[in-house]
């Protein structure tokens, strides 16, 4: 382990930077899940960047973040579309839509909800196969092989600040994980008193929140230990019920906006099964807030 903080985070953003480009062969071929691994490696170096500011020189980290918010927005275009692609499918089967049977009425014709269930699904795939295709365009591009050596010289020739790069490692990042910690707590807090739209939103603000102090309690856990692992554990099940309550807002969203240009019942089914998803994933929330009522390393 090392003793300053310089040191400790170069370690820690190493490894991210290492699975960020490893997972570009991956995408390039268009493996299951690639894609996914991508944009969580380049939002958790930003994130880690962002926690642990105060070690780094502000010029060309600002630099590396804009362009890793450039690529995780061309990742997350194409994930969203994955993701809801296959929220599609799994909701077609398990709301008892039938893709061969029944009809529905589209004007002065009818046509099976097979048609329905296939359009909604196909439609996500096309637009996704697009969106990978400007991924792909992008690994090409002189920008992202700026990024990524950029990227790699955060390792062989880090900005560090002395002031900051200098101190024990342990104090320094006890100290971010403290702040991130407070800052969740903060939009936690706020939470309760917000009417219903605006708790919508207010809970994504929580999600990244709980994502931030994972990211950077996880790389704190070569310097902390196991408190700071069970920290980024804590933080990481808050992120995935809020994950979840969020694809569901997200899908109904998108099926909403389907659902005003087409009279098909099927529509509103999924809604409402959406709907559904979004409510049950609440339902783990006060226990996903709990250790919030502690100290954030115990």
């Known amino acids: 382990m090392k003793t300053t903080a310089g040191p400790a985070l170069v370690d820690a953003v190493a490894a991210d930077v290492d699975r960020l480009c490893t997972a570009e ?29 105060r070690v780094l020189r502000r010029k060309p980290v600002a630099e590396i973040t804009d362009e890793l918010r450039w690529l995780a927005g061309l990742l997350g275009v194409a994930r969203d579309a994955e993701v809801r692609a296959e929220r599609f499918a799994s909701l077609l089967g398990d709301t ?18 097979r048609d329905f269930g296939e359009r909604l699904v196909a439609d996500e795939r096309r637009f996704y196969a697009g969106a990978h295709r400007a991924v792909v ?37 006890a100290a971010v994980l403290r702040h991130d910690f407070r800052e969740l707590r903060r939009l936690v807090r706020e939470e309760p008193g917000l009417s219903a739209d605006e708790r919508v939103e207010h809970l994504h ?29 804590r933080a990481k099940r808050l992120q995935g019920v809020l994950g979840d309550h969020r694809d569901a807002v997200e899908a109904l969203q998108t099926l909403r906006t389907h659902a005003a240009d087409a009279d098909e019942s099927g529509y509103q089914r999924l809604c409402d099964a959406e709907e559904a998803a979004a409510a049950k994933a609440l339902e783990e929330y006060p226990d996903a807030i709990e250790f919030l009522r502690h100290r954030a390393l115990g």
Do not use: C, W
Not at 37 to 50: D, I, Q
């Open 25 to 53: 062969p991956d995408v390039r071929e268009d493996l299951p899940d690639s894609v996914h691994r991508m944009r969580v490696a380049t939002r958790r170096l930003r994130s880690v960047l962002k926690s642990y500011r």
């Open 137 to 173: 365009d992008a690994f090409d591009s002189r920008r992202y092989h700026t990024l990524v050596a950029r990227m790699h010289g955060l390792i062989s020739n880090a900005p560090l600040r002395s002031a900051q790069a200098d101190q024990p490692a342990e104090k320094v990042f």
């Open 96 to 113: 008892g839509v039938p893709f061969d049977e029944e009809t529905v009425p589209l004007g002065e014709k009818s046509a099976p909800r």
């Open 205 to 233: 603000e929580i999600r990244k929140a709980a994502k931030r102090l994972r990211y950077s309690a996880e790389a704190a856990t070569t310097v902390l230990g196991e408190p700071a692992a069970e920290l980024g554990k």
